[in-house]
């Protein structure tokens, strides 16, 4: 049995044995191992030995047998059914999650009962466990401190940290399937193992905050871990990931901004053979643009302490996202070592890795399912790969940054191979706009949905589109404004109309009535991710308050 194999099995002991503590209310399912264990030592062969036909119940026996074949059918065919079905129900509540942000403690007791995701800002450990109390069936909750990014509703507070003793009342959360604590810096670690009573958590963020080696040992301890983001987490080192590669069901990893890290230490994960998402962009590098006050400083790398090298990167079968930048120290050898060890790369992100040139280019569009490439502020790239962009079949996006050697000649080629190219040159609007004439990807999306509360529509509220979150130097950044807006009407529903390409993006609720605590800062009220697919038409996205 390989490790694969014995993480399935373990991934679903766990779960049984929850499932079973839940209908029998907490208890453990009885062992009986070692009563089975005796029973065969004494001789007991159980029912594994021919029982004695007896006249007369032969075509009963048959009758019973054929009654156990057909329920069986009837099972599977149930079973897959439900399977079927929960899976459809599943994609529709991630697709209108409601996520409810709550920045003030008042405002928990009026939280419905039944709610299954929320985010706190700049609360403490009184609140979370409050909200614990208010909310059991939680399965997704993101505690956010201002202390390494600005978001609108939190520009200008002063930033709270819950401490490790909030993830007793967190690991009680037995649903909870994503947890997101963002720039808690007064959370230490000690307490991460309260963690291990989460049998159903998938994706685990601890972002902006230093947890050292030891803290990072519960990783290979939580079964259903299928993604981890540890973003501008800069306290860990070779300990840390090797208990990383010790979670193979790991499908999606963020070393975003952490470091400085040594590429020797990256070899253990290799054993993340089924990983499909990387980002390792600015690791080594400062992190946090923003600090709030009160908050402990990040430390700050020594000097050359910057980047990891090719020799980090291993082979990743299933790898089909990786985002390499701001990696300084990366050489021009990684397309080669990519197109090697790395054959299912989809997309690949390479800006400000100042090293990779023409050759790099020629080596990464060897990987014959590369559909979106970036080479910003690669000055070592030149119009000598255009014709190699031209003819790469599989390739349909190519990003380039300002690309001073970029002509519309160069464009319009591309263009024509089916490209869509991208080239910033803000001082150059006239460019712009032709480049964009010659790559036309984006088309009218309409969303549509209604706020209500208390079954009475609620009017005025404004219902706005915004872009995923994007970073800048391994710190997240939130686009400053909104694709499109829409407000609500008399009957409290919204019509948005935005011409985006297909992609994840977020609808806020917000409410723009000025405030003395505010201020002309619109408050965020609620959000919920939004996905956009060609073809497809998304399902209205209501909102109903409390």
């Not at 290979?220 to 987490?233: A, G, I, T, V, Y």
């Not at 993006?505 to 003395?516: G, I, K, N, T, V």
Request: glycine fraction near 8%; charged fraction near 25%.
């Amino acid at each position: 049995m390989n490790g694969s194999d014995r993480h399935a099995e373990e991934l679903d002991a766990r779960r049984l044995d929850w499932a079973l503590r839940e209908v029998v209310g907490g208890r453990r399912a009885p062992d009986v191992t070692a009563a089975v264990l005796a029973r065969a030592a004494a001789g007991d062969r159980g029912v594994t030995e021919p029982l004695e036909p007896h006249a007369g119940t032969s075509r009963g026996r048959w009758l019973l047998l054929a009654a156990v074949f057909v329920l069986g059918l009837a099972t599977a065919f149930g079973v897959g059914w439900l399977r079927q079905h929960d899976g459809a129900d599943d994609r529709r509540e991630a697709q209108g999650d409601l996520v409810r942000i709550v920045t003030r403690a008042a405002a928990i007791a009026s939280l419905p009962a039944a709610s299954k995701a929320v985010e706190v800002h700049n609360l403490d450990d009184a609140a979370v466990a409050a909200l614990v109390a208010r909310c059991p069936d939680l399965e997704h909750l993101c505690v956010f401190a201002s202390t390494a990014t600005a978001r609108p509703a939190s520009v200008g507070d002063r930033a709270v940290s819950i401490t490790d003793d909030a993830l007793v009342a967190i690991g009680s959360l037995r649903h909870l399937r994503r947890l997101e604590l963002v720039g808690v810096q007064h959370v230490t670690g000690a307490k991460l193992r309260e963690l291990e009573r989460l049998p159903l958590l998938e994706h685990l963020a601890l972002t902006f905050l230093d947890l050292d080696d030891d803290s990072l040992q519960v990783l290979p301890r939580l079964p259903s871990l299928r993604e981890l983001d540890l973003e501008s987490n800069q306290g860990f080192g070779a300990r840390g990931l090797e208990a990383i590669g010790a979670c193979p069901g790991l499908r999606v990893l963020s070393l975003a901004g952490s470091g400085p890290l040594r590429d020797d230490w990256f070899a253990p994960l290799a054993r993340l053979t089924r990983l499909e998402s990387l980002n390792l962009q600015a690791i080594g590098l400062s992190r946090r643009l923003l600090f709030a006050e009160g908050m402990p400083a990040p430390r700050t790398p020594e000097f050359g302490e910057r980047g990891i090298g090719v020799a980090a990167l291993q082979p990743w079968p299933a790898l089909r996202h990786l985002s390499l930048a701001n990696t300084l120290n990366i050489e021009s050898s990684v397309g080669a070592r990519l197109a090697r060890d790395c054959p299912a790369l989809q997309n690949v992100v390479l800006d400000v890795c100042l090293q990779i040139d023409d050759g790099t280019v020629a080596d990464l569009l060897s990987l014959p399912q590369l559909r979106s490439l970036s080479v910003r502020g690669c000055p070592e790239v030149t119009a000598a790969s255009i014709p190699r962009l031209v003819t790469a079949t599989p390739l349909r996006e190519v990003h380039l940054g300002k690309a001073p050697w970029l002509t519309l000649e160069h464009a319009g080629r591309l263009a024509r191979a089916g490209k869509r190219v991208t080239c910033e040159r803000p001082d150059d609007p006239a460019f712009e706009a032709a480049l964009a004439a010659l790559t036309p990807v984006s088309v009218d999306r309409v969303l549509r949905g209604r706020v209500m509360r208390d079954g009475r529509p609620v009017i005025g509220m404004v219902a706005a589109l915004y872009a995923p979150l994007e970073r800048s130097n391994g710190v997240q950044v939130r686009v400053t404004a909104a694709l499109a807006t829409a407000v609500a009407g008399d009957d409290g529903r919204f019509v948005l109309t935005a011409a985006v390409p297909p992609g994840e993006y977020e609808l806020r609720l917000e409410d723009h009535r000025p405030s003395p605590l505010a201020g002309s800062q619109p408050a965020w009220v609620a959000r919920r991710a939004v996905t956009i697919r060609d073809g497809e038409t998304v399902p209205d996205l209501d909102f109903v308050l409390r």
